[in-house]
């Protein structure tokens, strides 16, 4: 859990900064940092290890998929993080949670369902479908 592998992309490829308003669809690679406002889902390309980084005052109005994600700000959508989730004090999100590792700091608020989607996961539901 502790350690490098946990550790988002450092580098920002990509930045929508304060007072930005995007409506449509996003998809990037490497790592994408979001000040303003984003009104559709996001995406990484790909296999490619890739970053999100919601800040304290942006807003997402779609679902986002993206292997390590790191959010301060709102949320109103479901987040898949495939990799690393970082929920941070001022974080809001409106809609489920699917992770594979979190970090959820004191204040943080979600407000729908956390799904670990982790190995112990996968094996339970092959060893039920194997049953029937």
């Not at 859990?1 to 995007?22: C, E, H, Q, W, Y």
């Not at 406002?37 to 890739?50: L, V």
């Not at 729908?112 to 049953?131: D, I, Y």
Request: glycine share 12%.
């Amino acid at each position: 859990m502790f350690g490098k592998a946990n550790t988002p992309k450092s580098r920002i490829d990509t930045l929508v900064g304060a007072g930005t308003t995007i409506s449509g669809d996003v998809v990037f690679s490497g790592g994408l940092r979001v000040d303003g406002e984003i009104r559709g889902n996001i995406r990484a390309a790909g296999e490619q290890a890739s970053t999100l980084v919601v800040s304290e005052h942006a807003r997402i109005e779609g679902e986002i998929e993206v292997a390590h994600v790191v959010i301060n700000g709102t949320v109103l959508g479901p987040v898949v993080s495939s990799s690393f989730l970082e929920l941070q004090a001022k974080a809001r999100v409106t809609g489920d949670v699917e992770y594979n590792s979190i970090e959820i700091h004191l204040g943080a608020l979600v407000e729908g369902r956390l799904l670990h989607t982790g190995q112990a996961a996968k094996t339970v539901e092959l060893k039920l479908a194997s049953s029937n």
